[in-house]
């Protein structure tokens, strides 16, 4: 993996994800700095994982060869803006943005100097190790710098790259905003469970299980996700009784309707920040 130096400008939950994930596959701790305007996060780092720490974002943007952008994105402008640094050092450097919804096209406007942007969209699960983050390149990204963008993401899971920049929003649909619609059918389930008579404790621990024993399932085979559904679905039997329930009520269909309506927003809100 690169071994160059990476600024994280805010030292917040993604950021101590991150950096977890990078110390521990490990990147060596002396090439990584955080900058956040209070300190006690920053001890937390520094305390943990032998990071150089800073309040001062323009010292830890001046030793970095990559500098993850990770403030909340309505932060993003007045971070930048109050820089006081010479930007032209920004055309040697690669940014990547971790703020949703901040496209390309604005994040190249508040860094004044041209410069290569990456624009990424994890997921919560990130937090955990288990993210799942779509990456866009801007055009002045070099095959280096997206390889080394794409070996910093996977330090908190998986990564896929967008070709267009609205394959950014796609991916917010398809996973940013996903695990939500993951925990609202395991509420369904949950809910049920209760109405059935088993206490909370036992149905969450239920669904839980339910869905982690599913979803290895899925990973470990090879065969398609469609047909495990039909391994698992005897004719005629309960499977089958509760599949054409939901299949009744389209969930294919419900499915894909609001994946469309989180692309609309993600459209609609891009244009707003
Ligand atoms: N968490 C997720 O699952 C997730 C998923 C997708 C995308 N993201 C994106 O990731 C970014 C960070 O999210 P997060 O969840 O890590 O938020 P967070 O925990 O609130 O972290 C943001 C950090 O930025 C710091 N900060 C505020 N102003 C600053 C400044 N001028 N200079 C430097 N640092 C500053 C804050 O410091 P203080 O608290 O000390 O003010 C805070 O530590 C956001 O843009 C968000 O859209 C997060």
Redesign the pocket.
């Known amino acids: 993996m690169t071994q160059k130096t990476i600024a994280f400008?805010?030292?917040?939950?993604?950021?101590a994800s991150i950096i977890a994930g990078l110390v521990k596959n490990g990147y060596p701790a002396d090439n990584i700095i955080a900058?956040?305007?209070?300190t006690p996060?920053l001890d937390a780092l520094s305390a943990q994982h032998s990071i150089k720490t800073t309040t001062d974002?323009n010292q830890a943007i001046e030793q970095a060869d990559v500098i993850i952008l990770?403030?909340?994105?309505q932060?993003m402008a007045?971070?930048l803006g109050?820089l006081s640094i010479d930007k032209s050092i920004f055309s040697h450097k690669l940014f990547i943005s971790?703020?949703?919804g901040l496209p390309v096209s604005r994040l190249e406007e508040l860094l004044v100097t041209p410069t290569a942007v990456v624009r990424t969209?994890?997921?919560?699960p990130?937090?955990l190790g288990l993210g799942m983050t779509g990456l866009y390149a801007s055009a002045a990204v070099s095959a280096e710098q997206k390889q080394v963008a794409e070996e910093i993401m996977q330090a908190v899971g998986k990564t896929v790259w967008v070709e267009e920049e609205s394959g950014i929003d796609k991916i917010t649909a398809l996973a940013?905003s996903a695990p939500a619609y993951f925990f609202l059918f395991m509420e369904g389930m949950e809910s049920k469970a209760i109405e059935l008579g088993f206490s909370p404790e036992a149905a969450r621990e239920i669904v839980s299980q339910v869905a982690t024993g599913s979803t290895e399932m899925v990973r470990q085979n090879d065969i398609s996700i469609a047909q495990l559904r039909t391994n698992v679905t005897s004719k005629g039997g309960t499977t089958a009784a509760a599949l054409n329930s939901f299949n009744d009520s389209n969930l294919t269909g419900i499915t894909a309707k609001a994946m469309d309506a989180a692309i609309a927003r993600a459209e609609e809100m891009a244009k707003t920040i």
């Open positions: 400008i805010g030292a917040g939950n993604m950021s900058s956040n305007p209070s996060k974002n990770s403030v909340k994105p932060m007045g971070m109050d971790i703020a949703a969209m994890p997921n919560t990130s937090l940013g």
